[in-house]
């Protein structure tokens, strides 16, 4: 005697333990959950960051996040160090959006802040210039 589906009608396979195999449609909201940890957001956030500063100063730390998760949205903290002189809000905002942007498209998860605290400041090392105060 073949099982026969109770949805379709249909004769079952049996997966060898003679019980019948049934597909039965689950609502997406009791299929279960994805939880994303934070320290990988974090390594999302500091890669996306390096992408957006482009090359760093030769002693610089790379750039490193902390990161909180709540209900799907993100708070991130980036660290970073950045050469000087140069526009430090130009640059805080471009990693900020590319975060942003990376996290977004990478991980799914919306971001509801990203708090830029730029560790050191590197001197550009120009050839001929003389050492000394930078004002």
Do not use: F, N, W
């Amino acid at each position: 005697m073949t099982p026969v589906s109770s949805e379709t009608g249909e004769a079952a396979e049996t997966d060898g333990l003679r019980r019948p195999l049934t597909t039965t449609a689950v609502a997406p909201g009791e299929r279960g959950a994805t939880r994303i940890a934070d320290r990988v957001v974090a390594k999302v956030a500091g890669q996306a960051a390096r992408e957006a500063l482009g090359a760093l100063p030769a002693d610089a730390e790379p750039p490193y996040a902390t990161v909180v998760v709540h209900h799907d949205l993100a708070r991130i903290r980036m660290h970073l160090e950045l050469d000087y002189p140069c526009d430090i809000g130009a640059r805080c905002r471009e990693v900020r959006h590319h975060v942003v942007e990376r996290v977004v498209a990478l991980v799914g998860m919306e971001v509801s802040e990203v708090a830029i605290q730029v560790e050191r400041l590197h001197p550009a090392q120009a050839h001929g210039v003389a050492q000394g105060r930078t004002r």
